[in-house]
Nanobody, 121 residues
Framework: QVQLVESGGGLVQAGGSLRLSCKAS????????FAWYRQVPGNQRELVAA???????NYGDSVKGRFTISRDNTKKMVYLQMNSLKPEDTAVYYC???????????????WGQGTQVTVSS
């Protein structure tokens, strides 16, 4: 069983910064891709940023140049540095991990429980 636990959300004024963290724990596995998604009530979950096991990154158009995703493979963690935050960044942010179990080679996708980010104008 794998758990993804996010932290770092909160309330910030427009123009401010927040750093989200997500830690994967549980059985023996390797993490292929990490990603952050966000969701506003009534809307679909959208990709914010993703990072592959090799370090390649991909960003949603609305956050390019403002957000930075990074990962620490030793700690099995992923981070999202969010700068120049805007009210429209307000959402619940979810961590996603695609991983491979060492014992079986099976791959699975896991989601965290979400952390609220609120940006006030």
């Amino acid at each position: 069983q794998v758990q993804l636990v996010e932290s770092g959300g909160g309330l910030v004024q427009a123009g401010g910064s927040l750093r989200l963290s997500c830690k994967a724990s549980g059985s023996t596995f390797s993490i292929n891709d990490f990603a952050w998604y966000r969701q506003v009530p009534g809307n679909q979950r959208e990709l914010v940023a993703a990072v592959s096991s090799g370090g390649m990154t991909n960003y949603g158009d609305s956050v390019k140049g403002r957000f930075t995703i990074s990962r620490d493979n030793t700690k099995k963690m992923v981070y999202l540095q969010m700068n120049s935050l805007k009210p429209e960044d307000t959402a619940v942010y979810y961590c996603k991990a695609d991983l491979t179990y060492s014992s079986s080679g099976s791959t699975f996708r896991y989601w965290g429980q979400g952390t609220q980010v609120t940006v006030s104008s």
